[in-house]
């Protein structure tokens, strides 16, 4: 069992940076790819990024490409989203997940065995 625990949300104007972190317990931290998602009312979840075991190799959705990056620090067994130049659209509630089969980028929600309970980001224009 993996405990997931998202924050650093808040509310934050165009423009402006936030980052979030995930902090783990339970399970080795580090045999878990991570990802974070996001979602926004009436829309689907989003996968917006994604971080390998060693953190070696990330991924980060073209809608947020350049302006967010995830990172990870197994020895505080903590992920990472560091978000700048937020946009109005990027309000959502936004998840970390850990995928114990270290799949590859695009993978189903349901490839995820542990969520957190989600952290709210809300941009104002």
């Known amino acids: 069992q993996v405990q997931l625990v998202e924050s650093g949300g808040g509310l934050v104007q165009a423009g402006g940076s936030l980052r979030l972190s995930c902090a783990a317990s339970?399970?080795?931290?580090?045999?878990?790819?991570m990802g974070w998602f996001r979602q926004a009312p009436g829309k689907e979840r989003e996968n917006v990024a994604k971080?390998?075991?060693?953190?070696?190799?990330?991924y980060t959705a073209d809608s947020v490409k350049g302006r967010f990056t995830i990172t990870r620090d197994n020895a505080k067994n903590t992920v990472y989203l560091q978000m700048h130049s937020l946009k109005p659209e990027d309000t959502a509630v936004y998840y970390c997940?850990?995928?114990?089969?270290?799949?590859?980028?695009?993978?189903?929600?349901?490839?995820?065995?542990?969520w957190g309970q989600g952290t709210q980001v809300t941009v104002s224009s």
């Open positions: 339970g399970r080795t931290f580090s045999n878990y790819a």
């Open positions: 971080i390998s075991r060693s953190g070696g190799t990330t």
């Open positions: 997940a850990a995928d114990r089969r270290a799949t590859g980028w695009g993978t189903p929600e349901r490839t995820y065995d542990y």
